[in-house]
Nanobody, 125 residues
């Protein structure tokens, strides 16, 4: 089993920055890690993912160039650095882990087996 705990959410003004953390425990070796978000009344959507080796990262178009996903092996923690935040980034952000087998699975909920409880990010205009 894998347990994921997110932290780092909060309220920030547009243009500001936040760093989300996802602390993992359990058997995380070889798993992809991903971040998804869900705004009120909307479906949960893919934000970013990183493979176990850290050499490959993936982003949805709307955050490319503003967000950076990274991994600290010593702390077994995945980060999402979010810069130049916009009001449309407001959502609950979820950390996920799994072994997606295809490019499509890498960016969809079905590719991940383990989920955190989420952390709220609110960007004011």
């Amino acid at each position: 089993q894998v347990q994921l705990v997110e932290s780092g959410g909060g309220l920030v003004q547009a243009g500001g920055s936040l760093r989300l953390s996802c602390a993992a425990s359990g058997r995380t070796f070889s798993l992809y890690s991903g971040w998804f978000r869900q705004a009120p009344g909307k479906e949960r959507e893919f934000v970013a993912a990183i493979n176990w080796g850290g050499g490959s990262t993936y982003y949805t178009n709307s955050v490319n160039g503003r967000f950076t996903i990274s991994r600290d092996y010593a702390k077994n923690t995945v980060y999402l650095q979010m810069n130049s935040l916009k009001p449309e980034d407001t959502a609950v952000y979820y950390c996920a882990a799994g072994q997606p087998r295809t490019q499509v699975q890498r960016t969809t909920r079905g590719g991940y087996d383990y989920w955190g409880q989420g952390t709220q990010v609110t960007v004011s205009s």
